[in-house]
Nanobody, 117 residues
Framework: QVQLVESGGGLVQPGGSLRLSCAAS????????MGWYRQAPGKQRELVAT???????NYAESVKGRFTISRENGKNTVDLQMDSLEPEDTAVYYC???????????WGQGTEVTVSS
């Protein structure tokens, strides 16, 4: 069974940077897609960025130009570099993965990001 573990959340001032990391265990194959979603208080969970094993990246419009998703070849890990953070980025960030295009979603436990002065 694949499990996802996130790290790297915390408190940062507006304009600052944070880097989130996620590592998957339990799969000997490269995961089809890995990425990040977030959920702010009182709001629905939303896509932040995803990246397929073939290096195709997908970003939410609100984070384009500020966030960068990356995956390490041969490893089931995914990082999210977040720059120029805004208070609106405050949320719990969840790591996300799929084994294949037709498999179900796998979620991490979430890591909290707070952007505040």
């Amino acid at each position: 069974q694949v499990q996802l573990v996130e790290s790297g959340g915390g408190l940062v001032q507006p304009g600052g940077s944070l880097r989130l990391s996620c590592a998957a265990s339990g799969s000997s194959f490269s995961l089809y897609v890995m990425g990040w979603y977030r959920q702010a208080p009182g709001k629905q969970r939303e896509l932040v960025a995803t990246m397929r094993s073939g290096a195709s990246r997908n970003y939410a419009e609100s984070v384009k130009g500020r966030f960068t998703i990356s995956r390490e070849n041969g490893k089931n890990t995914v990082d999210l570099q977040m720059d120029s953070l805004e208070p609106e980025d405050t949320a719990v960030y969840y790591c996300y993965a799929q084994l294949s295009p037709i498999s179900g979603s796998i979620w991490g436990q979430g890591t909290e990001v707070t952007v505040s002065s």
